[in-house]
């Protein structure tokens, strides 16, 4: 166990940070699975841009990469297109 003040205070704040990352974490991949299981085209495309847009932002907050999040919102989008 570090002894040194700055230490024990980065100890509290990555320990912060991490729960607060995980939730988002969280959060995105039930967003994620609740469109994929979507049945009908005028739910998923209205589902669509709210989930496209916690992807931006988890990017923004450096939670996912931007390249992960280009490629799930392609195949988000490709499994919206596709459905009758």
Do not use: F, G
Not at 67 to 82: G, Q, R
């Amino acid at each position: 166990m570090a002894n040194h003040k700055s230490a024990l205070k980065r100890i509290r704040q990555s320990e912060k940070k991490r729960l607060r990352n995980r939730y988002y974490h969280k959060t995105a991949r039930t967003a994620l699975k609740v469109l994929r299981s979507e049945e009908d085209k005028v739910a998923a495309t209205q589902q669509l841009p709210s989930v496209i847009s916690l992807l931006d932002k988890l990017v923004k907050k450096n939670i996912i990469h931007k390249n992960k999040a280009a490629n799930l919102k392609s195949k988000l989008t490709k499994h919206v297109n596709k459905l009758a």
